[in-house]
Nanobody
Framework: QVHLVESGGGLVQAGGSLRLSCAAS????????MGWFRQVPGKERDVVAQ????????YYGDSVKGRFTISRDNAKNTVSLQMSSLKPEDTGVYFC????????????WGQGTQVTVSS
């Protein structure tokens, strides 16, 4: 099992920045990739960004390209999301997730942290 704890959410004005962090514990040696997902009421959870644990290959959702940066610290078992030039449509609950090598999808999830961007 992998346990994930997010931190860093909050309220920010449009154009501002926030940094989310996620600390992984447990069977962290079994992590293949980690990512951030966003969910708003009435909609499915969308991928924001993801990064592979070994080679650091990165994917960004189209809506955040050029504004968000995902990074990892393998020694500390953390993944971060630096969010800049925030827009009201970035508002949502952000979930940290991890994928094990034997899974085709992200199979470990944090509890989520609220990000609210005011106009």
């Amino acid at each position: 099992q992998v346990h994930l704890v997010e931190s860093g959410g909050g309220l920010v004005q449009a154009g501002g920045s926030l940094r989310l962090s996620c600390a992984a514990s447990g069977r962290t040696f079994s992590i293949y990739a980690m990512g951030w997902f966003r969910q708003v009421p009435g909609k499915e959870r969308d991928v924001v960004a993801q990064i592979t644990w070994d080679h650091g290959s990165i994917y960004y959702g189209d809506s955040v390209k050029g504004r968000f940066t995902i990074s990892r610290d393998n020694a500390k078992n953390t993944v971060s999301l630096q969010m800049s030039s925030l827009k009201p449509e970035d508002t949502g609950v952000y979930f940290c997730a991890a994928q094990s090598p034997d899974s085709h999808e992200f199979n470990y999830w944090g509890q989520g942290t609220q990000v609210t961007v005011s106009s």
